[in-house]
């Protein structure tokens, strides 16, 4: 099983990032769960949501403590929040910063053993016109893990947003899966 937890805060789409992930798997005929936990439901407040992917059923009904993959949609969250807690030896954290590598990994308190940075909100600037990053992180989690591909991914956005909306979120995760940059450490 494939244990993915979100850190957004509201109002960015961090739990629409799960589900959509989610949905994305289960269009790959995978069984899928996902769910949001809310502490101070406001907008800007830290928000972390999950998703578990396997290819037998979910049976577990408990939040990821001890994640194979940490998605961070809002970088100021590592100032805060200890977004590697339980992480996995073998886990993969993916970062939207436009900062560097060293940069990030000074911020985190369990080096990965894989960090993937993009700048998903500069892309969701220039391809949506608002700094809402949850469809553009998705391209960054297709590239960087393989849990799922890029066209599952945009196709599962597409059945969420509808018409023009849809077709600009895929875009906007095809951007930041081509410039996600993923290191092996």
């Not at 992180?137 to 591909?149: S, Y």
């Not at 969420?160 to 993923?182: I, M, Q, R, W, Y």
Request: net charge neutral; proline share 4%.
């Amino acid at each position: 099983m494939i244990e993915i937890r979100f850190h957004g805060r509201g109002g960015q789409g961090a739990v629409t990032a799960a589900n959509i992930l989610a949905s994305a798997a289960f269009l790959e005929g995978k069984y899928v769960q996902a769910f949001p936990f809310f502490g101070v439901e406001r907008r800007g407040a830290p928000v972390t949501a999950f998703t578990r992917i396997d290819e037998k059923p979910i049976r577990i009904k408990t939040q990821i403590y001890e994640p194979d993959i940490v998605v961070v949609l809002d970088p100021s969250l590592l100032d805060t929040v200890d977004v590697t807690a339980g992480l996995k030896e073998d886990g993969i954290v993916i970062v939207n910063t436009e900062k560097s590598k060293d940069e990030v990994l000074a911020k985190l308190k369990k080096k990965p053993a894989k960090l993937a940075l993009v700048d998903a909100t500069t892309i969701a600037l220039d391809v949506l016109g608002l700094p809402i990053t949850n469809t553009a992180i998705l391209g960054a989690v297709a590239k960087a893990t393989g849990v799922v591909t890029l066209e599952h991914v945009q196709k599962a956005i597409q059945d969420v947003f509808s018409g023009t909306l849809g077709e600009k979120n895929a875009k906007a995760a095809e951007e930041a899966f081509n410039k996600t940059t993923v290191y092996e450490l």
